[in-house]
C-alpha cells in the first residue's frame, strides 16, 4: 500500500484567486486598503497638530470615516454594503434642486414672501374682527356672509369642537337642507302645526337656503288637495317676517316662477294655482304689490302674473281669496252646509250637471256628502211648494238627475245617497209643518233615484 505523505492545507494565500461569492474567509478589508487607511490618518493627525501644508488645507480628504463600510451578515450573497454620506457632502446636498418628476413642473421655485400670514394687528372695528384671534389663539375665520358681525351671538351658527372655532354661514348643505325641509314640511300637512315648521328651520340655521322654503312648500302642496293649499298659505303668513324676511320671500316666489315649466310637466293646472298661491300672498301681507309689477315688467305676458292680477281686480277681492282654495280647504262643517246650499241653488237656477259636479269635487269632502243629498231634496221639496200633484215636480227631477250623473261618474258613493235619505226621513215631521206633501214627495223621489240607478238599498 503507498504511503501518501499528508498535504499541506489549502488556504486563500496558496491557491491565488478564486471564486467565492459568499465570501466565507475573506476580511472585509483588504491589507493595501488598511494601510492606505493608516497612511491618510497619519496624515488627518498631523493636520490636527498644525503640521498641515496649505495643499491639504483646501483640498477636503475622503476618509474611510466618511464613508464608513458596514457588513450586516456574513457569508451572505446579497452585497451587504451601506455607506454613510459625509457631513460635508450633506451640506452641500439641497433636496429643493431636484425637479420632484414632471420636469419640475407644479414645483415651488421660490420661498413664500409672507403674504399668506397676518401679522399686523385687525382693527376691533372690522366686522371681522375676532377677540379670541387678537389674543393669540389663532382663531380668526374668514366669511363671505353678508350682514354678519362675529362679535355678536345671533351671527355664530354654532361651535366646531374639532376645528375650535365658532362656525358661521349654513350648517348643512343646499341638499340635506331639501331633505329636511321636505320632511318638516310633509309632517306640518298632518299635524298643521306651524310652530314646529318655524323651530325646524332656525334649528337648522340655513338663512342663505331661506328662499327654499317658499318653492318647496308651494312645489309640495301643488301634488296635494285643496286642505293642503290652504295650510301652505297660511304657513308663508306664519313664516313672516321671521324667519322668513321680505327678500326671502321674493327670491323664493322668483325660483318658484323661473321652474314653472318644469312643475308643469307634472301638474297641467302648476301655473294656475301659482297665480292663486301669489294672489293670496299679496292679500295676506306676505308680498308686495310692486312684486307683481316688477315681475310683470321683467317678463311681460306671464300667464300667472296675469292670474294673479286678475284675481285681485275682482270685487271684494279679499274676501274671496281668502277662501280661494275652495270648500275643501278644511273649514268647519258650518260654513261646508253654506257651499252645499250655494251649489244647489245655482244648479237649480241653471241645470248644468258639469258645472255641479266639478263643485262637489272642489268641497274635497267625500264624508260630508249625505248631507248634500238631504239638503238637496229639502230645497227641492221647498221650491216645489206644498201643493203636491200626481205629475213629477220639476226640482225633484232635477235633483234627482244630479244624483244619478254623481253616482254614474264616481263622485258620490249609493252609501252616501242612502244615509243622506234616511237622515231625511228621520226629520221628516219637521218637513211636514212647512211642506204637508212632504212624505208623498219622499217617497216618489226615492222612486226616481231607484230608477236612475243612484239608490240601491231595499225600501
Avoid at 30 to 47: F, H, I, N, P, R
Avoid at 96 to 101: D, I, L, V
Avoid at 183 to 198: G, H, L, N, R
Wanted: glycine share 6%; hydrophobic share 35%; net charge negative.
Amino acid at each position: 500500500m503507498a504511503d501518501f505523505t499528508k498535504r499541506s492545507q489549502v488556504t486563500i494565500e496558496t491557491m491565488g484567486r478564486v471564486h467565492n461569492p459568499a465570501g466565507s474567509g475573506v476580511k472585509p478589508v483588504s491589507a493595501e486598503v488598511k494601510a492606505k487607511t493608516d497612511k491618510l490618518k497619519g496624515k488627518s493627525d498631523t493636520d490636527a497638530n498644525g503640521s498641515a501644508t496649505t495643499q491639504q488645507r483646501h483640498h477636503h480628504v475622503h476618509t474611510v470615516s466618511e464613508h464608513e463600510t458596514k457588513v450586516k451578515e456574513e457569508g451572505t450573497e446579497r452585497k451587504n454594503i451601506t455607506r454613510k454620506k459625509s457631513s460635508a457632502n450633506s451640506q452641500l446636498f439641497n433636496s429643493r434642486n431636484k425637479k420632484q418628476g414632471g420636469a419640475g413642473k407644479g414645483k415651488w421655485k421660490e420661498e413664500m414672501d409672507g403674504s399668506d400670514t397676518i401679522n399686523e394687528p385687525i382693527d376691533p372695528s372690522d366686522p371681522l374682527y375676532d377677540v379670541d384671534d387678537a389674543a393669540g389663539e389663532g382663531k380668526y375665520i374668514l366669511s363671505s356672509s353678508e350682514g354678519l358681525e362675529a362679535n355678536t351671538a345671533d351671527a355664530a351658527n354654532g361651535y366646531d369642537p374639532v376645528a375650535e372655532r365658532v362656525v358661521y354661514g349654513p350648517l348643512l348643505t343646499l341638499p340635506e337642507f331639501k331633505i329636511r325641509l321636505t320632511e318638516t314640511i310633509k309632517e306640518y300637512f298632518d299635524s298643521a302645526d306651524a310652530d314646529e315648521v318655524v323651530r325646524g328651520i332656525e334649528e337648522m340655521k340655513c338663512k342663505a337656503y331661506h328662499a327654499e322654503v317658499v318653492k318647496r312648500a308651494i312645489g309640495l302642496s301643488l301634488d296635494e288637495g285643496p286642505r293642503e293649499r290652504e295650510l301652505t298659505s297660511r304657513l308663508l303668513t306664519h313664516l313672516h317676517p321671521r324667519p322668513l324676511s321680505d327678500s326671502d320671500l321674493e327670491s323664493g316666489f322668483e325660483l318658484l316662477l323661473d321652474s314653472l315649466s318644469d312643475l308643469s310637466i307634472d301638474i297641467p293646472d302648476a301655473k294656475e294655482m301659482v297665480g292663486c298661491f301669489l294672489a293670496r300672498a299679496i292679500v295676506d301681507e306676505v308680498l308686495t304689490p310692486a312684486f307683481v309689477s316688477n315681475r310683470n315688467n321683467s317678463h311681460p305676458g306671464d300667464d300667472v302674473v296675469e292670474k294673479a292680477v286678475s284675481l285681485l281686480s275682482r270685487e271684494h277681492c279679499t274676501a274671496r281669496l281668502e277662501k280661494v282654495w275652495g270648500p275643501g280647504d278644511g273649514r268647519p262643517v258650518s260654513d261646508l252646509k253654506i257651499v252645499i246650499d250655494q251649489l244647489l241653488e245655482e244648479y237649480l237656477l241653471s241645470r248644468e250637471l258639469d258645472e255641479a259636479a266639478r263643485c262637489v269635487r272642489e268641497m274635497s269632502a267625500p264624508h260630508f256628502h249625505h248631507e248634500l243629498v238631504k239638503r238637496g231634496v229639502k230645497i227641492a221639496m221647498e221650491n216645489d211648494g206644498q201643493d203636491h200633484t200626481d205629475s213629477v215636480s220639476s226640482s225633484l227631477d232635477a235633483v234627482a238627475a244630479l244624483f244619478s250623473f254623481l253616482v254614474k261618474n264616481a263622485i258620490v258613493s249609493e252609501y252616501q245617497v242612502g244615509k243622506g235619505m234616511d237622515r231625511l226621513r228621520k226629520t221628516i215631521s219637521d218637513l211636514k209643518l212647512d211642506v204637508p206633501a212632504a212624505p208623498a214627495m219622499l217617497d216618489e223621489f226615492e222612486k226616481m233615484a231607484r230608477e236612475g240607478g243612484c239608490l240601491t238599498t231595499p225600501p
